[in-house]
């Protein structure tokens, strides 16, 4: 049962082929012109995504060796997300499900982050068991939350962020060192060089027990510690740069699973599943992190095999999909034409479409 998948909610042109958790294909295309801004402009990503969005599709289903025809439905990111850059996807989506008759099937952007821990590859693993109820964990420029999944399309939001996400705390530490947006992959590969307990941050929210994330004091703190090492207009030395940014990566981690613990480590019953996802999920070193804390909580932890499929991409809208639709979670005929993009779908909505 093949979906045909779509992604256009921020900055990524994606579309994938999957069939239950195996993705088939995946494709996605970066879009650069925001570099230059530090962040993304939504009219020119709206602009980039009409550019390439049919080359894109039809790369996809080359690559999966498959034509539309012999697609079983058609899924697409709703939301949440830039609404003008939803709108692309969600059209051309409309517009093949009536073109070709098929179902359509609208995906909440984060669940498909949550699912895409299951998602499998050709020659990986091929695709994970999903056992519920569990945890997610999803880490991405615009989000960090702790979410219980008591089943597909039933969540609960266990800790967020107060102000500040992960993503978003890394790239602008980044770029207090000058490195190019998206920040987090850099930072994450000049911390491997550097010394994490030579520059003192403090981590955010020590009181016990507390279940929020916040990074804006984190972020502060680094600004006046770069500005100070600094000491006027003199660059920062390469030993510097790097202790800088194994300092303040090591801090923003330790924010991270400190809280996680908290929610985790307190749930009623327990849990013995965690699924992580979402851009930062991409980091080697928070990935051990995570694990030794599963080890911990007796709590076993998935990822995204492959690193692609943690930042934005459309093979994890179709697995969300696959399994949306195997629950019969999907749209036929006229009621196509009332889907439209949901920029602040809350993915605890309770709300399929
Ligand atoms: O999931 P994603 O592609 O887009 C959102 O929905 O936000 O996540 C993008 C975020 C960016 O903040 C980026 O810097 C971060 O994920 N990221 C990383 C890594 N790769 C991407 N952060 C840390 N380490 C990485 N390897
Ligand atoms: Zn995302």
Redesign the pocket.
């Known amino acids: 049962m093949k979906i045909l998948a779509i992604e256009t909610?921020?900055d990524?042109t994606a579309a994938a082929v999957t069939e239950g958790a195996k993705v088939l294909a995946s494709v996605k295309w970066t879009q650069e012109v925001h570099a230059k801004y530090g962040g993304v402009v939504p009219a020119l990503a709206k602009r980039a995504h009409e550019e390439r969005i049919d080359q894109i599709i039809e790369q996809a289903l080359f690559k999966a060796k498959t034509q539309v025809g012999e697609i079983k439905a058609i899924a697409v990111t709703a939301g949440p997300g830039l609404a003008i850059a939803l709108e692309v996807g969600v059209k051309k989506a409309k517009e093949l499900a009536e073109m070709y008759d098929k179902p359509l099937i609208p995906v909440n952007?984060i669940e498909g982050?949550i699912l895409s821990a299951m998602a499998g590859q050709e020659g990986e693993r091929e695709g994970a068991e999903l056992r519920l109820p569990c945890a997610a964990l999803v880490i991405?420029?615009?989000?960090t939350q702790v979410i219980w999944v008591e089943k597909i399309g039933k969540y609960k939001i266990l800790a967020e962020s107060l102000d500040d996400d992960i993503?978003?705390a890394?790239?602008k530490g980044a770029r207090m060192l000058g490195l190019p947006y998206?920040?987090?992959?850099e930072?994450?590969k000049l911390a491997a060089k550097g010394d994490p307990k030579r520059y003192m941050l403090p981590l955010p929210m020590a009181r016990r027990k507390v279940k929020a994330f916040s990074y804006s004091g984190l972020k502060t703190a680094m600004y006046r510690l770069v500005e100070t090492t600094k000491g006027g207009n003199r660059d920062l030395g390469e030993k510097e740069k790097s202790d800088l940014a194994a300092s303040y990566q090591a801090r923003v981690f330790e924010h991270l699973t400190r809280i996680t613990r908290n929610v985790l480590g307190e749930m009623k019953g327990g849990i013995s599943e965690l699924l992580v996802g979402?851009?930062?999920a991409?980091?080697?070193k928070?990935r051990g992190e995570l694990e030794t804390l599963g080890r911990e909580l007796s709590i076993k932890v998935h990822y995204p095999e492959n690193?692609v499929l943690?930042?934005?991409n459309a093979a994890m809208i179709g697995v969300a999909a696959g399994y949306k639709f195997s629950r019969g979670e999907y749209l036929t005929g006229q009621e196509i034409e009332k889907i439209d993009r949901r920029p602040r779908w809350r993915v605890d909505s309770g709300e399929s479409f």
């Open positions: 909610s921020c990524e952007h982050h991405s420029g615009g989000h993503g978003e890394l790239d998206p920040g987090g992959p930072l994450e979402g851009g930062v991409a980091n080697t928070l690193t943690c930042t934005d």
